[in-house]
């Protein structure tokens, strides 16, 4: 007699059979299979449930098995497993044959929410499983997938669902509640609109180059030049996501345990804090959690005052950047989670903060601010593809003084039906390819859908030179130059896109000469 369950480990988690056997003995509970804190504890959980419940626990040996034996298990999402094995055992309740089971027990028979339970449903329908059994706070979640999810609050309502099941053939279903889009995690998380911010007309083009075609930022500048501020609104120019990419966003946030509500339709924007450790940036844990890397997946992994970051966690984000994917090693195996964001960094331009503002004095000696910048490393450096110089904010106050009042600056809507445009016009390109944006381009597609003029060769030639660039810049160029050409239409690349592409290039390459 088993109940089939889920534990989580990388993207995909395993399936868990958990077998029940009660024998004669001195009563109690054995459980087997590597079990791990929290499983180990579920069977006094169990047992007080049972109890609470209106429900005999069985008086003689009870051996639980959680197989496969060889796979940690963790969490407290096998209790109610648990709990309905034990009950088909005793002859309480029908063989649960094809159901799916998932739930934390509390002492009083009822259940709490478990993270993952998209991620089960995923895994449990991939393995012929179609029927799931989940706590009611975890109904919207599982029913992203499939409509048959039985809601249950307590222990007694798993068991009338197993009753109704085998004498129906069906679980019993509640009809699904329509999905609100003002669900906690779509709500807007940025920080106002694009026409609160006064001037900046470069930076604004920068995000919205970012935005249509996923490319890497970098914008450095004084305190209080607004680089922050800007950055935030980024989220109010990022298109919607597709139904697909919604629910891979939507089951990375269920293994975080990060889910509030149904599906995730609107691109993450992550931004950790500076203190945050490798692991919490990257994933990790004994269960293998996703970090913020895989939190801001088809979304933006925001790092304000990057160079605070450290070092070993700004030079882990290569391989990330580059295989869209982090790869974890740990005794059970190799897990694997999805990364496909795009980075956006700021950062001062010393570390005193005050090298380039007139009339103030930087505290910094060369030596510092070399050292300072050298902690992005040229390999990071060069899959930035643009890189923005903000001015002082005294310069954007006198530039722009006529504008303090009611001004013709764009609003978040006109940039995001730009923005859109794009998006569709890479969508339909990229088609069938596993490629969603310009930045991710490969040479074979760079070759087939970067037709240059004869004069945006040259002036690409005679840039690269000039720059002494990488063949990965060189690339870079060219997918910016593509997405420039997009925002005006989508025609061939002209020299005039390749000029503006190569101009956020040479940013940035050495701030401390740029800004002095």
């Known amino acids: ?33 590597l079990a791990q804190g929290a499983v180990k504890e579920a069977k006094e959980r169990v ?30 999402a096998l209790d109610l497993p648990i709990a309905i094995s034990v009950m ?23 259940l709490r929410p478990v993270r993952g339970v998209l991620a089960a449903t995923a895994a449990g329908l991939a393995n012929g499983v179609d029927n799931f059994i989940v706590p009611i706070e975890n109904a919207d979640e599982a029913r992203i997938l499939t409509r048959n999810v039985a809601a249950v609050a307590t222990l007694k309502d798993a068991l009338d669902a197993l009753v109704v099941r085998h004498e129906t053939g069906s679980l019993p279903i509640v009809p699904v509640t329509p999905q609100n889009e003002t669900d906690e995690q779509n709500k807007p998380s940025f920080a106002g609109d694009f026409a609160e911010v006064r001037g900046q007309a470069v930076y604004k083009r920068a995000l919205e180059i970012a935005a249509a075609g996923g490319h890497n930022l970098l914008v450095f500048g004084t305190p209080g030049a607004g680089k922050t501020m800007l950055a935030r609104r980024m989220p109010s120019i990022m298109p919607t996501l597709t139904p697909d990419e919604a629910v891979e966003v939507t089951r990375l946030h269920s293994l975080a345990g990060q889910l509030q509500g149904g599906l995730v339709t609107r691109p993450p924007f992550r931004s950790p804090h500076h203190s945050a450790s490798a692991e919490g940036v990257l994933g990790g844990g004994k269960s293998v959690r996703p970090g913020e890397i895989s939190l801001a997946h088809f979304g933006t992994l925001f790092m304000d005052e990057a160079l605070q970051f450290r070092v070993n966690v700004l030079q882990a984000l290569r391989e990330p950047l580059e295989d869209r994917v982090i790869s974890i090693s740990r005794a ?52 930035v593809e643009l890189r923005v110089a903000v001015n002082s904010p005294i310069e954007r106050i006198e530039k722009n003084v006529s504008l303090m009042g009611r001004n013709g600056e764009e609003t978040s809507e006109q940039v995001a039906k730009r923005v859109a445009q794009v998006v569709t016009i890479q969508r339909e390109r990229f088609k069938g390819t596993g490629v969603r944006r310009n930045a991710r381009m490969t040479p074979a597609l760079i070759e087939e859908h970067c037709a240059l003029s004869e004069k945006a060769e040259n002036v690409l030639r005679s840039a690269i030179d000039r720059l002494g660039a990488s063949g990965r810049a060189f690339h870079g160029v060219i997918r910016v130059a593509r997405t420039i050409a997009d925002l005006e239409g989508g025609g061939a690349i002209q020299g005039c896109h390749i000029e503006e592409a190569v101009q956020y290039r040479r940013l940035g390459d050495d701030p401390y000469d740029i800004l002095c």
């Open 332 to 383: 059970e195996g190799q897990a694997h989670l999805p990364a496909d964001f795009q980075l956006v960094m700021t950062a001062n331009p010393c570390p005193c903060g005050k090298l380039g503002i007139e009339n103030s004095a930087c505290l910094c000696s060369p030596e510092e601010v070399h050292r300072y910048w050298r902690k992005f490393g040229g390999a990071l450096m060069d899959r």
């Open 47 to 76: 047992r007080v449930a049972f109890r609470n419940s209106g429900f005999v626990f069985p008086s003689d040996r009870v051996l639980i098995n959680l197989a496969p034996a060889g796979v940690r298990k963790e969490g407290a």
């Open 1 to 33: 007699m088993f109940v089939t369950s889920y534990t989580p480990f990388g993207i995909d988690g395993v399936i868990i059979r958990v077998e029940a056997d009660i024998r004669r003995g001195i009563p109690g509970i054995d459980i087997t299979g």
């Open 88 to 110: 088909a055992a005793a002859g309480i309740a029908p063989p649960p044959d094809n159901i799916m089971v998932l739930g934390e027990l509390e002492l009083s028979g009822s």
